[in-house]
Nanobody, 129 residues
Framework: QVQLVESGGDSVQAGGSLRLSCVASRATSGFPFMAWFRQAPGKEREGVAATYPYNPNIGDTYYADSVKGRFAISLEVANNTLYLQMHLLKPEDTATYYC????????????????????WGQGTQVTVS
């Protein structure tokens, strides 16, 4: 059973920064893709950023247009930890942020299709005011 545990959510002022962490219960290199998603109240869950854990040195990262240039996804293989560094936060970034990992192929140009991800964390709340 794979477990993903997020942390780092907080309430911040617009323009501020946060770093979210996600610790996996097994080696991240075993996942074809890992990603961050978010869900605001009354809205569908949407992809934020994805990365290719098998070889993080490749630098394969994918971002939703709404966060490009502000968010950065990264992986610390030694600690099985996925990060999301968020800068220049806006009120519209307010949501519950979820870490996700795929158990198989991930499709599409952005690698951010919710249905391609099998394992999910419990979420961490980010509020920007």
């Amino acid at each position: 059973q794979v477990q993903l545990v997020e942390s780092g959510g907080d309430s911040v002022q617009a323009g501020g920064s946060l770093r979210l962490s996600c610790v996996a219960s097994r080696a991240t290199s075993g996942f074809p893709f890992m990603a961050w998603f978010r869900q605001a109240p009354g809205k569908e869950r949407e992809g934020v950023a994805a990365t290719y854990p098998y070889n993080p040195n490749i630098g394969d990262t994918y971002y939703a247009d709404s966060v490009k240039g502000r968010f950065a996804i990264s992986l610390e293989v030694a600690n099985n930890t996925l990060y999301l560094q968020m800068h220049l936060l806006k009120p519209e970034d307010t949501a519950t942020y979820y870490c996700a990992a795929s158990g198989g192929p991930v499709y599409g140009p952005t690698k951010l299709r919710t249905r391609d991800y099998n394992y999910w964390g419990q979420g961490t709340q980010v509020t920007v005011s």
